[in-house]
C-alpha cells in the first residue's frame, strides 16, 4: 500500500536556526498539506498546497515557514529561524483530491518531531 | 468551516460497541463528514466518510440523521488496539481542514 514517507523522524535544533523537514507524498496525489501537533494538544492546519502553489495556509504559519516541491517528489517545509514554541511534531499528508470532498482522503505521514533547544 | 464538538473521553471495554457523536450544528449544504483517529505518535489516519443516512466499511459505520446537525462514529466490538484520539471533521473539500480536540477513547481489558 503506498504511503507517506517523512524524514527526519526526530530533528533537534538550536534556537534560531533553519530546519527542513521533507516529505514524499504518495505519488499520484495532487494536494499537499502540513500539520504540526504541540504534545498534548490537537493538530493544527499549517497549509496546503496544489499546482507549485500554496492554497491555503494558518495564521500559525508566517513568514518564517516556507514551503517548496523542488523536484516534483518531495514536499518541503523550511523553518528559518526556530523558535522554543516551534518544538512540536509536524505531520505531511496528501491527498488525491480536495480533503473533506467526497472520498478524497487525506494520507498522513508518520510525522517528524522537531526539539528545539 | 463548521465547527465540531465531540466528548473529551470514552471508556470501553473490549467487545463492546462504542459510539462516539460529533455535533455540527452550523453544518453547510456542501459539507461532508469525515472521521480520523490517531495513535500516539502516530498520523491521523482515515477511517470513513459520510455526507447523509448511513455509509458502513470494514472498520466502522457513521450515522448521520436527515437534520445533519450531527453524527455518531460507530465501532463494533472494539479491542485495546482501538484506544485512540478520533477526530470528526465536517467540511466542502476546500484547502483547510480543521481538527478539534477529538474524543480519546480508552478500551479496558
Known amino acids: 500500500e503506498p504511503e507517506v514517507t517523512q524524514t527526519p523522524s526526530h530533528q533537534v535544533t538550536q534556537m534560531g536556526q533553519e530546519v527542513i523537514l521533507r516529505c514524499v507524498p504518495i505519488?499520484?496525489?495532487?494536494?499537499f498539506y502540513w500539520y504540526r501537533q504541540i504534545l498534548g494538544q490537537k493538530v493544527e492546519f499549517l497549509v496546503s498546497?496544489?499546482?507549485?502553489?500554496?492554497?491555503?495556509k494558518s495564521e500559525i504559519f508566517d513568514d518564517q515557514f516556507s514551503v517548496e516541491r523542488p523536484d516534483g517528489s518531495n514536499f518541503t517545509l523550511k523553518i528559518r529561524s526556530t523558535k522554543l514554541e516551534d518544538s512540536a511534531m509536524y505531520f505531511c499528508a496528501s491527498s488525491q483530491g480536495l480533503a473533506g470532498s467526497s472520498y478524497n482522503e487525506q494520507f498522513f505521514g508518520p510525522g517528524t518531531r522537531l526539539t528545539v533547544l | 468551516l463548521a465547527k465540531t464538538t465531540q466528548p473529551i473521553s470514552m471508556d470501553s471495554y473490549e467487545g463492546q460497541e462504542v459510539n462516539i457523536t460529533c455535533s455540527h450544528n452550523n453544518i453547510a449544504t456542501n459539507d461532508y463528514i469525515t472521521w480520523y483517529q490517531q495513535f500516539p505518535s502516530q498520523g491521523p489516519r482515515f477511517i470513513i466518510q459520510g455526507y447523509k443516512t448511513k455509509v458502513t466499511n470494514e472498520v466502522a459505520s457513521l450515522f448521520i440523521p436527515a437534520d445533519r446537525k450531527s453524527s455518531t462514529l460507530s465501532l463494533p466490538r472494539v479491542s485495546l488496539s482501538d484506544t485512540a484520539v478520533y477526530y470528526c471533521l465536517v467540511g466542502d473539500g476546500g484547502f483547510k481542514t480543521i481538527f478539534g480536540a477529538g474524543t480519546r477513547l480508552f478500551v479496558k481489558a
Open positions: 505519488s499520484n496525489h495532487l494536494y
Open positions: 498546497f496544489y499546482n507549485n502553489e500554496i492554497s491555503e
